[in-house]
Protein backbone atom coordinates (compact mmCIF):
# COMPACT_ATOMS: atom_id res chain seq x y z
CA UNK A 1 0.00 0.00 0.00
CA UNK A 2 0.81 3.91 -0.10
CA UNK A 3 3.69 5.15 2.49
CA UNK A 4 4.09 8.82 2.61
CA UNK A 5 7.14 9.99 4.77
CA UNK A 6 6.89 13.80 5.93
CA UNK A 7 10.00 15.81 6.80
CA UNK A 8 11.18 17.53 9.35
CA UNK A 9 9.16 16.76 12.19
CA UNK A 10 8.89 19.81 13.85
CA UNK A 11 10.02 23.64 12.42
CA UNK A 12 10.78 27.12 14.01
CA UNK A 13 11.40 30.28 11.76
CA UNK A 14 11.57 33.88 12.68
CA UNK A 15 8.46 35.36 11.10
CA UNK A 16 8.87 36.44 8.03
CA UNK A 17 11.06 34.09 6.83
CA UNK A 18 10.24 31.38 4.26
CA UNK A 19 9.31 27.88 5.68
CA UNK A 20 9.76 24.38 3.45
CA UNK A 21 8.11 20.85 4.40
CA UNK A 22 8.96 17.84 2.12
CA UNK A 23 7.15 14.67 1.61
CA UNK A 24 7.59 11.53 -0.25
CA UNK A 25 5.71 8.87 -1.54
CA UNK A 26 5.97 5.48 -2.55
CA UNK A 27 3.26 4.04 -4.89
CA UNK A 28 3.83 5.63 -8.42
CA UNK A 29 0.01 5.26 -8.87
CA UNK A 30 -0.60 8.55 -6.46
CA UNK A 31 -2.25 11.46 -7.99
CA UNK A 32 -3.67 13.53 -5.80
CA UNK A 33 -1.90 15.01 -3.04
CA UNK A 34 -3.37 17.31 -0.35
CA UNK A 35 -2.13 19.31 2.35
CA UNK A 36 -4.19 19.89 5.83
CA UNK A 37 -3.00 22.11 8.15
CA UNK A 38 -4.46 21.33 11.94
CA UNK A 39 -4.59 23.94 14.53
CA UNK A 40 -4.44 23.33 18.30
CA UNK A 41 -8.10 21.51 19.58
CA UNK A 42 -9.23 21.29 16.26
CA UNK A 43 -9.22 19.04 13.20
CA UNK A 44 -7.20 19.41 10.03
CA UNK A 45 -7.98 21.59 7.26
CA UNK A 46 -7.24 21.75 3.28
CA UNK A 47 -5.08 24.75 2.81
CA UNK A 48 -4.32 23.62 -1.11
CA UNK A 49 -3.71 20.35 -3.20
CA UNK A 50 -2.19 19.87 -6.50
CA UNK A 51 -2.57 16.85 -8.85
CA UNK A 52 -0.35 14.83 -10.96
CA UNK A 53 -0.62 16.57 -14.40
CA UNK A 54 0.47 19.21 -12.54
CA UNK A 55 4.05 20.89 -11.69
CA UNK A 56 3.21 23.55 -9.00
CA UNK A 57 0.19 25.23 -7.54
CA UNK A 58 0.26 28.90 -5.94
CA UNK A 59 -2.13 30.38 -3.44
CA UNK A 60 -1.37 34.06 -1.81
CA UNK A 61 1.62 33.06 0.43
CA UNK A 62 1.37 29.03 0.12
CA UNK A 63 2.52 27.12 -2.49
CA UNK A 64 3.21 22.98 -3.19
CA UNK A 65 5.62 22.04 -6.13
CA UNK A 66 5.55 17.93 -6.99
CA UNK A 67 8.39 15.65 -8.50
CA UNK A 68 6.40 12.78 -9.78
CA UNK A 69 9.74 11.04 -11.60
CA UNK A 70 11.49 11.19 -7.94
CA UNK A 71 7.81 10.83 -5.67
CA UNK A 72 8.50 13.66 -3.54
CA UNK A 73 6.77 16.83 -3.28
CA UNK A 74 6.71 20.05 -1.36
CA UNK A 75 5.08 23.00 0.94
CA UNK A 76 6.31 26.37 0.72
CA UNK A 77 5.50 29.13 3.00
CA UNK A 78 6.40 32.46 2.22
CA UNK A 79 6.31 35.76 4.77
CA UNK A 80 5.15 33.13 7.66
CA UNK A 81 2.86 34.83 10.16
CA UNK A 82 2.43 33.75 13.77
CA UNK A 83 -1.15 32.32 12.58
CA UNK A 84 0.30 30.18 10.45
CA UNK A 85 1.78 28.21 13.21
CA UNK A 86 0.45 24.59 13.49
CA UNK A 87 0.25 21.03 12.55
CA UNK A 88 0.90 20.33 8.30
CA UNK A 89 0.04 17.26 7.33
CA UNK A 90 0.89 15.72 3.75
CA UNK A 91 -0.73 12.92 1.97
CA UNK A 92 -1.61 10.78 -0.99
CA UNK A 93 -4.21 9.48 -3.00
CA UNK A 94 -4.62 6.97 -5.92
CA UNK A 95 -7.48 7.12 -8.06
CA UNK A 96 -8.01 3.13 -7.76
CA UNK A 97 -9.32 3.58 -4.17
CA UNK A 98 -10.98 6.39 -2.48
CA UNK A 99 -8.68 6.98 0.53
CA UNK A 100 -6.42 9.37 1.13
CA UNK A 101 -3.22 8.37 3.38
CA UNK A 102 -1.17 11.09 5.59
CA UNK A 103 2.15 11.99 6.76
CA UNK A 104 3.39 11.67 10.19
CA UNK A 105 3.51 15.55 10.60
CA UNK A 106 4.92 18.41 10.73
CA UNK A 107 4.79 20.58 13.67
CA UNK A 108 5.28 24.32 12.76
CA UNK A 109 6.46 27.13 14.93
CA UNK A 110 6.49 30.74 13.87
CA UNK A 111 8.39 33.24 16.20
CA UNK A 112 7.16 37.03 16.22
CA UNK B 1 -23.84 24.90 9.22
CA UNK B 2 -22.39 22.48 11.98
CA UNK B 3 -20.71 20.28 9.72
CA UNK B 4 -19.01 17.31 10.92
CA UNK B 5 -20.47 16.65 14.31
CA UNK B 6 -18.78 13.99 16.61
CA UNK B 7 -19.88 12.50 20.34
CA UNK B 8 -18.70 12.42 22.50
CA UNK B 9 -15.61 14.60 22.92
CA UNK B 10 -13.90 13.39 25.84
CA UNK B 11 -14.69 9.73 27.39
CA UNK B 12 -12.38 7.68 29.86
CA UNK B 13 -12.74 4.11 29.69
CA UNK B 14 -11.48 0.63 31.37
CA UNK B 15 -9.94 -2.07 29.59
CA UNK B 16 -12.58 -4.42 28.50
CA UNK B 17 -15.30 -1.85 28.20
CA UNK B 18 -17.05 -1.41 24.70
CA UNK B 19 -18.25 1.59 23.52
CA UNK B 20 -19.37 3.52 20.32
CA UNK B 21 -18.51 7.12 18.87
CA UNK B 22 -20.77 8.88 16.99
CA UNK B 23 -20.38 11.35 13.82
CA UNK B 24 -22.74 13.20 11.70
CA UNK B 25 -22.40 15.57 8.34
CA UNK B 26 -25.28 18.01 7.22
CA UNK B 27 -23.27 18.61 4.22
CA UNK B 28 -25.26 15.96 2.24
CA UNK B 29 -22.05 14.16 1.20
CA UNK B 30 -21.65 10.30 -0.19
CA UNK B 31 -18.55 9.64 1.86
CA UNK B 32 -17.42 8.93 5.18
CA UNK B 33 -14.47 8.02 7.28
CA UNK B 34 -12.73 7.37 10.90
CA UNK B 35 -8.82 8.41 11.56
CA UNK B 36 -6.93 7.99 14.47
CA UNK B 37 -4.30 10.19 15.32
CA UNK B 38 -1.49 9.66 17.51
CA UNK B 39 1.98 11.44 18.62
CA UNK B 40 4.28 11.22 15.49
CA UNK B 41 2.25 9.20 13.56
CA UNK B 42 -0.19 11.28 11.90
CA UNK B 43 -3.73 10.27 10.68
CA UNK B 44 -4.27 6.76 10.39
CA UNK B 45 -7.19 5.24 8.18
CA UNK B 46 -9.46 2.70 10.62
CA UNK B 47 -12.59 2.54 8.24
CA UNK B 48 -14.40 4.38 5.36
CA UNK B 49 -17.45 4.18 3.50
CA UNK B 50 -17.51 5.17 0.12
CA UNK B 51 -21.03 5.69 -0.16
CA UNK B 52 -24.55 4.71 1.92
CA UNK B 53 -24.42 1.09 2.58
CA UNK B 54 -20.77 0.35 2.05
CA UNK B 55 -17.49 0.27 4.32
CA UNK B 56 -14.01 -0.73 3.69
CA UNK B 57 -11.01 -1.57 5.83
CA UNK B 58 -7.97 1.10 6.12
CA UNK B 59 -4.97 0.76 7.40
CA UNK B 60 -5.54 -0.04 11.22
CA UNK B 61 -9.17 -1.74 11.35
CA UNK B 62 -8.38 -4.26 13.60
CA UNK B 63 -10.38 -3.86 17.05
CA UNK B 64 -12.73 -1.42 15.45
CA UNK B 65 -16.22 -1.94 13.50
CA UNK B 66 -18.25 0.67 11.72
CA UNK B 67 -21.62 1.41 10.98
CA UNK B 68 -22.88 3.66 8.35
CA UNK B 69 -26.72 4.29 9.49
CA UNK B 70 -27.98 6.70 6.88
CA UNK B 71 -25.98 9.13 4.14
CA UNK B 72 -25.82 11.32 7.66
CA UNK B 73 -24.28 9.10 10.14
CA UNK B 74 -21.07 7.04 10.38
CA UNK B 75 -20.29 5.62 13.80
CA UNK B 76 -16.90 3.09 14.96
CA UNK B 77 -16.99 1.08 18.16
CA UNK B 78 -14.83 -0.49 20.16
CA UNK B 79 -15.94 -3.65 21.27
CA UNK B 80 -13.28 -4.34 23.75
CA UNK B 81 -10.97 -1.23 24.48
CA UNK B 82 -7.47 -1.61 25.36
CA UNK B 83 -4.57 0.61 26.31
CA UNK B 84 -3.33 0.85 22.33
CA UNK B 85 -6.68 2.40 21.30
CA UNK B 86 -5.78 5.49 23.27
CA UNK B 87 -5.85 8.57 21.03
CA UNK B 88 -7.87 11.35 19.82
CA UNK B 89 -10.40 10.13 16.56
CA UNK B 90 -10.98 11.98 14.10
CA UNK B 91 -14.51 11.51 11.72
CA UNK B 92 -14.08 13.39 8.15
CA UNK B 93 -16.29 13.37 5.28
CA UNK B 94 -16.19 14.36 1.40
CA UNK B 95 -18.68 14.83 -0.95
CA UNK B 96 -17.33 13.07 -3.48
CA UNK B 97 -14.24 10.58 -3.47
CA UNK B 98 -11.06 11.83 -2.23
CA UNK B 99 -9.07 10.62 -5.07
CA UNK B 100 -10.83 12.71 -7.63
CA UNK B 101 -9.60 15.30 -5.36
CA UNK B 102 -12.48 15.17 -3.29
CA UNK B 103 -11.98 17.33 0.42
CA UNK B 104 -12.06 15.96 3.24
CA UNK B 105 -13.81 18.02 5.99
CA UNK B 106 -13.08 17.02 9.92
CA UNK B 107 -15.21 17.21 12.51
CA UNK B 108 -13.22 18.08 16.21
CA UNK B 109 -12.16 15.29 17.26
CA UNK B 110 -13.06 12.74 20.35
CA UNK B 111 -10.60 11.98 22.68
CA UNK B 112 -10.62 8.55 24.05
CA UNK B 113 -8.10 7.56 27.56
CA UNK B 114 -8.15 3.12 28.14
CA UNK B 115 -6.92 2.69 31.53
Known amino acids: GENVEQHPSTLSVQEGDSAVIKCTYS??????FPWYKQELGKGPQLIID?????GEKKDQRIAVTLNKTAKHFSLHITETQPEDSAVYFC???????????FGPGTSLSVIP | NAGVTQTPKFQVLKTGQSMTLQCAQD?????MYWYRQDPGMGLRLIYY???????DKGEVPNGYNVSRLNKREFSLRLESAAPSQTSVYFC??????????????FGEGSRLTVL
Open chain 2, 92 to 105: ASSRRAVSRTGELF
Open chain 1, 50 to 54: IRSNV
Open chain 2, 27 to 31: MNHNS
Open chain 1, 91 to 101: AASMPSYDKVI
Open chain 1, 27 to 32: DSASNY
Open chain 2, 49 to 55: SASEGTT
